[in-house]
């Protein structure tokens, strides 16, 4: 098992017609996941790849072809109504790789999504993969093997550095999920965590932050009250002055909260191994 | 993006909250006018995106005109944490009988927005925040349906608010959340919300921030931007597509990434040097980037070396590999430079760079140290 995606998965990729969204959908379909649709409005009845049909609705998509997971690939502006679409259609979880969207828009759409039940990951995130089955998302695929180790991080490059390294020393990943560093997320580290507890392929568990919000904190919380499955850290932003905005909207300190130190101190009250830098994940995943 | 006092005050203003009817002023001159207008005795307020303006005496009372255009004169030119005084506020004395403290912000944890108010209004909030956290009230607000009356008026209560002024709260709170709400902001506080002698409320200083995201469907706010206030390089590398903050530090980076731009500096930190600048140079990296890059890092006298630092995971380091080879005939690059390729093609990046006059490292940890030695540094673990 694996959570969230796997080789069943069948995806619906939103903005196929565009130039990222062509040229991630053939790096997914030449990993092995399952592309079954394509959606832009105005480019129905088209096909893209060879083999991926183009649909102007997400609604005639998902009913022709069964789609059950939708990854939405357009421009911020047009981002939060390709959501809404993708819910309203019947999509069980939807990855959002679009950065930018305003916060009170993400707001918005978390509660309809809460209370329609369905689940989306991200947004500003680079998707997921379970390596050797799907990737969905621009993850790059020959940088994970398959393992019992589960990945969840707020951070892209950072997670492929961590993914490297594990290939480096022969160990493999169950599925890498990256939940994006925006203040208000589809997914957040406790979701995911709650997942990979309950995974039965999934042994040992990466946790990836960095400064911003409390989300580490809460995930700290959980750790200790619920998690049999032991956990390796890491915090990223310890130089990161106050008050600035590192590149994502979620990477910035507020007043006295949100601090690398603050996370770190937070973590290993619960037992978790925090890594001063990723290089030394590896080995303490090999301790724990 | 941040709003100065006189800007948050006038949206506040449109959207019903009262505010004193007070000027902006940029000479003394023009300050001692004002003051006169406004009946002789004043507050001189410096325009400043930052807080403590007061305990830096940024904040003076004029009982002339004439008092308003010395003190004007003092604090126009003053440095408040970095930022030069260009604008003061003077606004008419309020007569205060009582502060409050009413502000909206979103709570990321419970992904609403939260109104904040406080009996102990006036003065830090956040210090409130640490010391007495159960002096400040939150109600969270449903982002579908907005404040409701009802929610106002408990907190009114709350904060021990007479009856009589439930009504006058109920208004204020209503026209500060539509001000938050439709203006895209992350922040809006009115600090203090004073009682006047007479009964009324008041808003005798606002603060408000605004979703740099939803700058796009605002360009009223953008029109706001105080240019002279913003770091000259972090606009530079705005418009190149790239993230960068300066530092106090020697070693310059180059990264792809945020997360990982961070754990480069971290990194260097760790071994004992210290980062001169957050760089991000975004996904892809060509020539154009990589040269706005270093003409950005190499603007800071202080830059010693530089370590550049990329994970290909999409992007693959060989095309990085010729794109700082050609941003190197472009621009002048005479300090050492650390490159670091991990991920897709990163034996052939590696490859390109050799022969040229660069350091090349192998993991994250090599790079730093290699950096922090070429720096001059020693380096230590």
Redesign the interface.
């Known amino acids: 098992m694996s959570i969230l995606i796997n080789k069943d998965t069948r995806l619906l990729v939103q903005g196929i017609t565009g130039k990222q969204g062509l040229f ?1 959908s053939e ?1 997914m379909l030449e990993y092995g996941t399952q592309v079954v649709a394509g959606a832009t409005p105005g480019k129905g009845g088209q096909w893209v790849l060879e083999r991926v049909p183009v649909f102007d609705s997400v609604d005639t998509a998902v009913k022709t072809t069964g789609a059950n997971t939708s990854l939405i690939f357009v421009p ?2 047009f981002a939060v109504d390709a959501i809404f679409e993708a819910a309203d259609a019947g999509i069980d979880l939807i990855v959002c790789l679009t950065e ?6 993400m ?2 759409v ?3 999504l809460d209370q329609k039940g369905v689940r989306m990951v991200g947004p500003n995130c ?1 998707g997921l993969i379970t390596p050797g089955e799907a990737k969905v998302g ?3 695929g ?2 994970a093997i398959p393992g019992d180790i589960g990945i969840v ?9 961590v993914l ?1 390294a594990l290939k480096q020393e022969q160990m493999g990943v169950s599925t890498c999920v990256g939940i994006g ?1 925006d ?2 997320q589809g997914t957040n580290f406790i979701d995911v965590l709650q997942m990979f507890e309950e995974d039965a392929q999934t042994d040992k568990v990466v946790l ?1 932050g ?2 911003g ?3 580490e904190e ?1 995930a700290a919380e959980f750790i200790s009250a619920r998690m049999t499955k032991p956990v390796v850290a ?1 915090v ?6 106050p008050g ?6 979620g ?1 910035i300190v507020e ?2 909260t949100g601090t ?1 130190q603050e996370k770190i101190a937070a973590l290993k009250a619960a037992n978790v191994r925090v890594a ?4 030394e994940i590896p080995d303490l995943l090999k301790q724990v | 993006m941040n709003l100065h006092e006189y800007q948050s005050k006038e949206i506040f203003a449109r959207f019903g909250v009262p505010v004193p009817r007070g000027e902006v002023a940029t000479s003394p001159a023009e300050a001692a006018a004002i003051a006169k207008k406004l009946g002789g005795r004043a507050v001189i307020k410096a325009q400043v995106l930052t807080g403590g303006r007061g305990k830096a005496g940024g904040i003076k009372v004029a009982q002339t005109p004439e008092e308003a255009g010395k003190l004007a004169e003092q604090i126009l030119g003053m440095e408040i944490k970095g930022h030069t005084v260009r604008k003061v506020l003077v606004d008419p004395l309020a007569d205060i009988a009582d502060e409050i403290y009413l502000g909206f912000t ?1 709570d ?2 419970a ?3 939260l109104l904040m108010a406080s009996a102990a209004g006036g003065v830090d909030i ?1 210090e409130v925040a ?1 010391t007495t956290p159960e002096k400040i009230i939150k109600t969270h607000i ?3 349906l907005g404040l409701h009356e009802y929610q106002a008026r408990d907190v009114a209560a709350a904060i021990e608010l007479p009856p009589e002024l439930w009504g006058a709260f109920g208004g204020v709170a209503g026209a500060l959340w539509n001000a938050y ?1 439709e203006n ?1 902001a ?1 922040l809006a506080e009115i600090n203090p919300l004073i009682v006047t002698g007479d009964g009324r409320l008041l808003g005798i200083d606002g603060k408000m921030s605004i ?4 700058m ?2 605002h360009p009223e706010l953008e029109a706001l931007r105080d240019k002279a206030d913003e770091v000259e390089e972090e606009n530079e590398a705005r418009r190149h597509g790239l ?1 960068y ?1 300066k ?1 106090d530090g020697d070693i310059g980076c180059m ?9 480069t ?6 071994f004992g040097g210290e ?1 001169a600048n ?1 760089l ?1 140079i975004g996904g892809g990296a060509g020539v154009e980037k990589v040269a706005a890059a270093f003409r950005i890092i190499l603007s800071d006298e202080n830059v010693k070396a530089i370590l550049i630092n990329i ?4 992007t693959r380091c060989d095309e990085v590999a010729r794109g700082i080879l050609a941003a190197m005939d472009e621009v002048e690059v005479t300090i050492p430079l650390v490159v670091r390729f ?3 093609n990163a034996e052939e990046g590696r490859q390109l760079l050799e022969g040229s006059p660069l350091i090349s490292a192998e ?3 090599d790079a730093a140290r290699k950096a922090i030695a070429a720096a001059g540094k020693g380096g230590s673990e």
């Open positions: 991630h790096l911020a502006r930018w969207i305003p916060i009170k828009d707001i918005i978390r509660h309809y680079p621009i993850i790059a020959n940088i991080s707020k951070s892209g490059t950072l997670t492929y550095e490297f560093g203040p208000i990836m960095e400064i919000g409390n989300a809460e890491f990223a932003g310890q130089t990161a002055p600035k905005r590192m590149g994502h909207a990477a007043g006295g690398a001063r830098h990723p290089e | 979103n990321r944890s992904r609403m927005p956040e640490r449903h982002p579908h709400w895209d992350t979703d740099d995201n939803a796009y469907r993230s903050i530092l990264v792809n990434g945020a997360g990982l731009a961070m754990t500096m971290d990194i260097i930190k760790l980062p957050f991000d994970f290909g995971g999409i991990g991920g897709t993991t994250l940890s």
